[in-house]
């Protein structure tokens, strides 16, 4: 069973940074992390699969955003840079212990295991 502990949200203004952690337990093969805004659908941030191979990135995140794991920590991370108010919302942590296809990577329906959510707001 795969167990994930999300931490690192807060408060920031405009142009700050804030750096999640999420510690994983068991195995996937693929993590990363999506977000949810009051009123809209969750979406895919970034992903990365077990290896690091393969890594995608929302387009509205590119170049500011940039995910990491540490293996001897079992710890997975998203650093977050130029934050926007348009990052406001709360962020999970999520696995996948199912191989998923290109086209469903930032696809929240492809997960099974999720973390209880950490929230990050930007203030303008």
């Known amino acids: 069973q795969v167990q994930l502990v999300e931490s690192g949200g807060g408060s920031v203004q405009s142009g700050g940074s804030l750096k999640l952690s999420c510690t994983i337990s068991?195995?996937?093969?693929?993590m990363g992390w999506f977000r949810q805004a009051p009123g809209k659908e969750r979406e895919g941030v970034s992903i990365r699969d077990i290896s690091g191979g393969i890594i995608r990135y929302a387009s509205s995140v590119k170049g500011r955003f940039s995910i990491s794991r540490d293996n001897a920590k079992n710890t997975l991370y998203l650093q977050m840079n130029s934050l926007k108010p348009e990052d406001t919302a709360m962020y999970y942590c999520?696995?996948?212990?199912?191989?998923?296809?290109?086209?469903?990577?930032?696809?929240?329906?492809?997960?099974?295991?999720w973390g209880q959510g950490t929230q990050v707001t930007v203030s303008s």
């Open positions: 999520a696995a996948a212990s199912r191989p998923v296809a290109w086209g469903k990577i930032m696809s929240p329906g492809a997960y099974q295991h």
């Open positions: 068991g195995d996937a093969y693929h």
